[in-house]
């Protein structure tokens, strides 16, 4: 063996275990990826509250409600109706539609100081009939809704509009239901009291109601009559009061007649101090005593 072989020995030798060294220090496999990032949990958007129904028509099981009202301008019979309130009225006229034995009552209400530039008795009966035209368009039987007109004293506009001005009540048509009315309106004769020494009515909702009854039963009963009879507390002279007590039955039959009561059907009558309800001494007392009294007869 020359002396080149003897050098290659060590020098392989050296390589092999070097080699050894390096392989067993070396990691083997390649590093493992860094987990990812948690990701951040999506932040909800807040949820509005729900808004809450102004405007809401019921008939037993039925309801139907709205979020906004319907409007109309001071001396104006066309209402302002946003979107909400018109699926309101789609719902009002597939109820109508579906039950023939309903009878949707639309009083319109006015204040006297308004202009009625329609074609009809009063503004109130002109505001009635634009929603009636409405719920008709939507499928409405025009046989099942009815019209009619209030007038109110000092009624509150906001902004020059007048809201939820015509109101809504459901009637049954048959002839039972008609005498359900009668019996309920006979039972409870309706008073309508003034302010002292003067022909202004004092509304309320009782007032509004029973208007609106008694004129559904008096265009469904052509030979029903009305008593219409004035009363005043004992201030003053008694035969003063008993002509302020005519004078106050004749401006009540009056009032009736604009809002299409017919005249042939009201007797007028006065009592002036004779028939209190109350006590004369106080003044809640005498409040009570300047009266109209109506009776269905």
């Not at 060590?10 to 067993?24: C, N």
């Not at 301008?73 to 979107?83: E, H, R």
């Amino acid at each position: 063996m020359n002396k080149l072989a003897w050098l290659l020995i060590p020098l392989t030798i050296g390589w092999i275990v070097l080699g050894a060294w390096y392989m067993a220090t070396s990691p083997c496999t390649p590093a493992a990826a860094p987990p990812p990032k948690e990701a951040k949990a999506a932040t909800a958007a807040p949820v509005a509250p729900a808004k809450k129904a102004v405007w809401t028509v019921t008939d037993n099981k039925f309801k139907a409600s709205s979020t906004e009202h319907f409007t109309f301008p001071t001396s104006n019979f066309g209402a302002n109706v946003p979107a909400p309130t018109k699926t309101a009225f789609q719902s009002v006229a597939t109820h109508l539609k579906k039950n023939s034995n309903r009878l949707l009552v639309l009083t319109g209400r006015y204040d006297a100081t308004e202009k009625n530039t329609s074609s009809f008795g009063n503004l109130g009966i002109a505001r009635a009939e634009d929603i009636k035209s409405r719920l008709v368009k939507m499928g409405a039987p025009a046989a099942n809704i009815s019209t009619n007109g209030l007038e109110e004293n000092n009624i509150k506009f906001r902004n020059n509009l007048l809201f939820n001005g015509v109101n809504f009540a459901f009637r049954g048509k048959s002839a039972a239901a008609l005498n359900k009315l009668a019996t309920t309106l006979r039972a409870k004769p309706l008073n309508v009291y003034f302010a002292t020494g003067e022909s202004r009515i004092l509304f309320d909702d009782d007032l509004r109601k029973y208007f609106q009854d008694l004129k559904y039963y008096i265009d469904n009963t052509p030979d029903a009559m009305i008593q219409v009879t004035g009363h005043t507390d004992n201030v003053g002279n008694p035969a003063a009061n008993t002509r302020l007590g005519a004078s106050r039955a004749k401006f009540m039959a009056d009032y009736m007649a604009r809002q299409g009561f017919k005249l042939n059907q009201i007797n007028t009558s006065s009592e002036g101090p004779n028939q209190p309800i109350a006590d004369n001494a106080t003044d809640e007392g005498r409040a009570k005593n300047r009266r109209v009294e109506i009776i269905l007869k």
